[in-house]
């Protein structure tokens, strides 16, 4: 094949112009670094504590940050002072920022809110105001703070505290170098006394939806722990705190040690030197104080829905909810294919509502007992029984069995025929429409349930006349039910059949109590090395 003159110019300008677009490109790219290390900038002489020099930080306008950092230097400063919890309406945001420059003026000074103060801040000169809600007429760059951060160390301080004199942050600093590479990746302070703040140990499960907090252990010089409760100063690497999911998510304190304590990371409480606070408590009003709780515990309901946890538990094991309740609907839409939804999610069944089953069948139970109606731990409930005592953890709804015949003993039954009922407390009796058996709801808001199933015996075998096509549907000698036994189930005494392990391996099959799996493996296996 031969190549005319015109096919072999046209390749040369090609190449010619392929070449001309590679060395824009690196000019444009090395431009483009140098403007991020400060072009133009003047050297500025470190500081004698050893905290770095003074670094341009810039909020909210690109262009002005540039020319501060112009300005500075190229060199970062050791520690940038970030202040993230305050409120608009009564704070010492101004006084704090004036106190710590004043000790230490090259160091920058970062408040950081959701939205544009009001009334306005009246920051001295040096502290600057990031605000994170975007602005359609700003770059991305404009609010998020990992752009304009260029310090190793990152100390978060709530408002009003005070900085005595700069050999407390260089005391700080030493204790996180000298912890190295372990597991220590955060040094705290208290803010006024030791006695304010609180040393946990956290321990957080996505998978069960929950965050537990338990006393803290004592390290050698100070407190060692996952996380903390109360007023302090915390440093933390800049390097880590923006490799959080969310690190200026609040209540800030709440969300970092969640962060971290997933990560396996620890915080060191000194025992001293305290950081001082001319204004505790930090309201001066009872009604400010009021507005203050209001939107905190907004805050911390908004991050826990955020980080999906719905339960906290405290050292003095007082629970705090998050999640359904029997005026909500409960935290899953419709089941498909025996899977629900948070399976995927790699998650069990949300605590709140393992708790409205366990509710809901207590009070069936007690119906059933004090009515004469003969019932039996069914399915997976029944398998829930012999494994944990409870519910299975992924489970969705409680099965029971009941003698057909004895249906007329309750009331709440026997006039079903058609319609619901909804009881003196607020729960729904129903007769199911997916066929005949009943179902009864945590309420009318909530649909977590417990169904009951009517068999009859025939020729010594229990059956029943609506069928699903779950493999453990099927029917079964009566003399499993003659006698039934108590079995502990939910917290309280229940029945089940007399031989659950026989019972429970001629429906699902062999071997069934020790090898868990979720209900519909074909769509979601459970990996039993996580468990």
């Known amino acids: 094949m031969r190549i005319s003159f015109c096919q072999a110019l046209l390749t040369g300008a090609i190449v010619l112009n392929l070449l001309i677009l590679y060395f824009v490109s690196r000019a444009q790219q090395q431009m483009i670094e140098k403007r991020m290390q400060g072009k133009g900038s003047k050297k500025v002489s470190l500081s004698a504590s050893g905290l770095g020099a003074a670094g341009g930080l810039v909020v909210g306008n690109i262009a002005e940050a540039n020319k501060v950092g112009g300005e500075v230097g190229l060199r970062s400063p050791r520690m940038t002072i970030l202040l993230r919890e305050f409120e608009d309406f009564e704070n010492y ?3 704090s920022a004036r106190s710590f420059l004043h000790q230490r003026p090259e160091l920058p000074f970062l408040v950081v809110a959701d939205t544009l103060p009001y009334p306005p801040l009246a920051l001295p000169e040096n502290a600057r105001l990031l605000v994170l809600s975007p602005s359609p007429d700003q770059p991305p760059q404009a609010h998020r703070p990992e752009f304009y951060v260029q310090s190793e160390f990152v100390l978060l301080v709530p408002d009003g505290v005070e900085l005595d004199h700069g050999r407390q942050l260089e005391r700080l600093i030493r204790e996180l170098e000298g912890e190295g590479g372990g597991p220590v990746r955060l040094i705290a302070a208290p803010v006024l006394t030791r006695a304010a703040v609180q040393c946990l140990h956290l321990q957080v499960s996505l998978k069960e939806w929950t965050a537990t907090y338990s006393l ?73 104080q009021w507005k203050a709780d209001s939107r ?209 391996e001629l429906k699902f099959g062999q071997g069934v109590i020790e090898n868990p799996q ?5 769509k979601k296996r459970l990996d039993r090395s996580r468990m």
């Open 296 to 504: 905190l515990k907004e805050a911390a309901n908004q991050l826990m829905r955020s980080f999906g946890l719905k339960r906290l538990v405290w050292p003095d094991g007082r629970e705090q909810w998050f999640g359904c309740s029997k005026e909500t609907a409960r935290c899953f839409g419709t089941v498909r294919d025996d899977t629900p939804a948070y399976l995927y999610l790699e998650r069990w069944t949300p605590p709140c509502c393992l708790r409205a089953l366990r509710e809901t069948t207590k009070y069936v139970i007690n119906i059933l007992d004090s009515s004469g109606v003969r019932y039996w731990l069914e399915g997976g409930s029944l398998l829930g029984a012999a494994r944990h005592q409870d519910i299975i953890p992924w489970d969705y709804d409680v099965d029971l069995g009941i003698y057909l015949e004895d249906v007329s003993n309750c009331e709440y039954l026997k006039n079903l025929d058609s319609g619901s009922l909804v009881d003196a407390n607020g729960y729904v009796w129903e007769r199911a429409v997916e066929g005949d058996f009943y179902r009864i709801q945590y309420s009318e808001a909530n649909h977590l349930h417990v169904d009951l199933w009517p068999f009859y015996p025939r020729n010594g075998v229990m059956t029943k006349d609506t069928w699903t096509d779950h493999k453990q549907d099927v029917e079964f000698p009566e003399h499993f039910l003659q006698p039934l036994v108590p079995m502990t189930f939910v917290g309280i005494t229940a029945y089940g059949p007399n031989n659950h392990r026989a019972f429970l």
């Open 93 to 95: 945001v101004a006084e």
């Open 216 to 288: 803290g252990a004592l390290g050698s010089s100070g407190s060692v722990c996952t996380a903390l409760h109360g007023d302090a100063v915390v440093l933390i690497r800049t390097e880590d705190f923006f490799n959080l999911s969310d690190p200026l998510a609040r209540p800030l304190l709440s969300s970092l040690f969640i962060q971290t304590a997933l990560r396996g990371w620890k915080v060191k409480l000194l025992e001293g030197p305290s950081f001082s606070a001319s204004h505790r408590p930090l309201f001066t009003s009872a009604h400010n």
């Open 518 to 522: 979720y209900p519909n493996p074909a």
